[in-house]
């Protein structure tokens, strides 16, 4: 598939390539130049303070097990959080 680049090397993702992967308004995208190929990839960005919130809870959870406590379901994981 070719592209055109715009005034101030901008380019415009396909229709069939942004239905495809489901790109949204607002999402973003991790641009790789390797070898003199530029990838684009969806990617999610996490606030640090969610980051900061899982790594506790894993914490904990690492914790809870380390002391003997055993987690059938995710569910009661979350619980004992």
């Given at each position: 598939?070719?592209?055109?680049?715009?005034?101030?090397?901008?380019?415009?993702?396909?229709?069939?390539?942004?239905?495809?992967?489901?790109?949204?308004?607002?999402?973003?995208?991790?641009?790789?130049?390797?070898?003199?190929?530029?990838?684009?990839?969806?990617?999610?960005?996490?606030?640090?303070?969610?980051?900061?919130?899982?790594?506790?809870a894993v914490t904990?959870?690492?914790?809870?097990v380390g002391n003997?406590?055993?987690?059938?379901?995710?569910d009661e994981v979350?619980?004992?959080?």
């Amino acid at each position: 598939m070719i592209i055109d680049v715009k005034a101030k090397g901008q380019i415009a993702l396909p229709k069939e390539v942004v239905k495809s992967l489901k790109i949204a308004k607002g999402d973003r995208l991790e641009l790789v130049v390797e070898n003199g190929v530029i990838t684009l990839v969806p990617v999610v960005v996490t606030p640090k303070v969610v980051v900061k919130e899982l790594k506790d809870a894993v914490t904990k959870a690492k914790k809870n097990v380390g002391n003997g406590e055993a987690f059938v379901k995710v569910d009661e994981v979350i619980e004992k959080l």
